[in-house]
């Protein structure tokens, strides 16, 4: 049974109704291209209506035109994947090791009880996957984000893979709880994965009841789409259906067990590849394997590297080493720490994936850990950029066995430069964080010394990059600092923050042909107002465990990053 609840996520403005006569059109010409031009990956086959995008107006009706009103001929196909990488020959859907292949198929595993859908992301599916709106207040639409029902024509795959788990070989990992239903290729000619978490058990499923719980599918759901609106890469959200299914969890690992609902999230990116993607391939020999995987990996997903050139794997680890710290300096400029950064969960395109015990700092707290089972604070926030470097020496291991003696030496001192591209990039982040215009001697040192300020006063990271993007350089210089910008007049009290005050505006003083408004402006852009800090998220799962859904509508994130 399906049933339909809560808001679309990203509606801004009421859409449009497009007349009944243009939606005839959209299908019948679509039926025409499903007949006559079909293609490897999935895709709408929708018409252009208009090609004179002179107007608004049109180009308003031309992407209505080219959204699908239903799934009838919208498509997924997996043979883009399969017809190159290999497939386990067991089609058995149980627990096992599993040798020489990529992908194991299964079939996700319906709920028992009733599904609602609760959240749906307007801008995934308009955007991305080229259907309406309207579409998920479908049947068909809520039977395919749940697993009940597969597109015709894909294959559901579930992707062996294994990893270091805080800093240990864990050997085979694998999704254990997620199926890739297909490939989609939009309207702008890209391709993304779809897959689904919480779907039911899988060959790599372990001990694990291949299930997630609502709770957690709520935190991923919503900042997924958070990050993603922070400009950080990130996989996103499509929707977040609900069941009545009981799921048993010990949330604080600590004995614990309590009864939650089952959820499933439908999440896309474009690749689903992650170090440990290769690493299992290494540890095991398979060579060839490992060979024709990334061959695939370059060739879909790295159009800057030849894959002809008898250097592309060094090329292909140079841009995932500057891409990673390019990644983690970005985590560090919104406060967030991701709390398991395994190999098993680090991207081999450098985007943000696997949202579990993530959470965004408040105070600032370089020990800042949101996950409970790290004891040895592994992955506190301040320790991000040497886990990345600890996680792309585990990819050049896996790399290894395919380099010979001059690309290893290149490709080590590829590795070596990590620290330096990591804190270049940081410093970048942070001098637009404080409005800081060209190169100036010290900006490092201005940099760490408020850090050290806010440490020591324990003030809100977010909050004190917000004001003193508002305050005005007059109000600082005095050190007349307003009661609401409460996060400055914190560290305010320290000692040292006049001396700090001096050497910013000092420094402010060197930006070539600028403004105190213009400062103001430009840092307000950088420096959100608002992040999806722990007591939101949890806010929002209370409500949702009430059947309350209203803080996945419109009126939240969406809201949130446009007052930012």
């Known amino acids: 049974m ?33 007949l006559v031009q079909p293609g490897l990956e999935g895709s709408a086959n929708l018409m252009h209506l208009l090609s004179n995008k002179s107007n608004q107006e049109q180009g308003y009706c031309e992407t209505q035109a080219r959204l699908a009103s239903s799934l009838d001929f919208w498509t997924l196909s997996s043979e883009n994947l399969i017809a190159v990488l290999p497939v386990d020959p067991v089609k058995e859907n149980y627990v096992r090791k599993v040798k020489n292949c990529i992908f194991s ?134 929707s977040l259906v609900v069941s009545d299914d009981e799921v048993w969890r010990d949330q604080f690992y600590n004995g614990n067990i309590v009864k939650e609902r ?46 002809q050139e008898p250097n592309r794997y060094v090329d292909f680890f140079s841009i995932v080493v500057s891409e990673t710290a390019q990644l983690i300096a970005l985590w560090m400029s919104v406060g967030f ?34 996950n409970t089972s790290d004891d040895e604070r592994r992955y506190k926030i301040g320790n991000q950029a040497n886990i990345g470097m600890f996680n792309l020496n585990k990819l050049l291991q896996a790399l290894n066995p395919l380099l010979d003696r001059g690309q290893k030496h290149l490709a080590a001192q590829i590795l ?51 004001q003193l993007s508002e305050i005005t350089q007059s109000q600082l210089q005095e050190l007349n600092i307003p009661q609401q910008f409460w996060a400055l007049k914190m560290i305010s009290k320290h000692q040292l923050f006049p001396a700090w005050v001096s050497q910013y505006l000092l420094r402010l003083k060197s930006n070539m042909n600028d403004s105190d408004s213009e400062r103001r402006k430009r840092m307000t852009t950088v420096n959100p107002r608002y992040v999806l800090k722990n007591w939101m998220a949890e806010s929002a799962v209370q409500k949702a465990e009430r059947n309350d859904f209203s803080e996945q509508a419109p009126t939240t994130l969406e809201a949130w990053i446009h007052s930012n």
């Open 2 to 34: 399906t049933q339909r609840s809560g808001f679309p996520f990203c509606c801004l403005t009421r859409r449009l109704q497009i007349p009944q006569l243009l939606l005839l059109c959209v299908t019948c010409h679509a039926l025409f291209c499903s």
């Open 105 to 238: 198929i299964a079939f996700p595993t319906p709920f028992k009880s009733r599904v609602r859908l609760v959240a749906v992301s307007k801008e995934v599916l308009e955007d991305i996957l080229d259907l309406d709106l309207s579409v998920s207040e479908t049947d068909a639409f809520i039977q395919l984000v749940s697993g009940e029902k597969i597109v015709f024509g894909s294959i559901p795959l579930t992707h062996r893979y294994g990893g270091h788990q805080f800093g240990i070989w864990a050997d085979q990992l694998g999704d254990g709880r997620a199926h890739l239903i297909g490939i989609y290729r939009n309207r702008q000619g890209e391709k993304w994965e779809l897959q689904l978490k919480g779907s039911g058990k899988t060959p790599y499923s372990r001990n694990g009841d291949g299930r997630a719980v609502l709770r957690s599918s709520v935190r991923e759901f919503l900042c997924s789409e958070a990050m993603h609106y922070l400009g950080i890469p990130t996989s996103r959200a499509a």
């Open 337 to 370: 720490a991701h709390g398991v950064c395994n190999t098993d969960n680090f991207s081999l395109l450098s985007i943000t994936i696997d949202y579990g015990p993530f959470g965004f700092m408040e105070a600032y707290n370089p020990d800042f850990v949101p």
């Open 416 to 466: 070596e430069g990590y620290p330096v591209l990591y804190y270049t990039r940081f410093t970048e982040l942070f001098k637009a964080k404080l409005g800081l215009l060209g190169e100036r001697k010290g900006d490092g040192d201005l940099i760490a010394f408020l850090l050290h300020l806010m440490e020591k006063t324990e003030a809100d990271f977010t909050m004190t990059f917000r």
């Open 262 to 307: 089952g959820a499933v999230v439908l999440r896309v990116a474009k690749s689903w590849f992650r170090i440990g993607s290769l690493e299992i391939l290494a540890h095991y020999g398979e060579l060839d394997l490992l060979r024709s995987l990334l061959d695939f990996i370059i060739q879909e997903h790295f159009p800057s590297v030849n894959v």
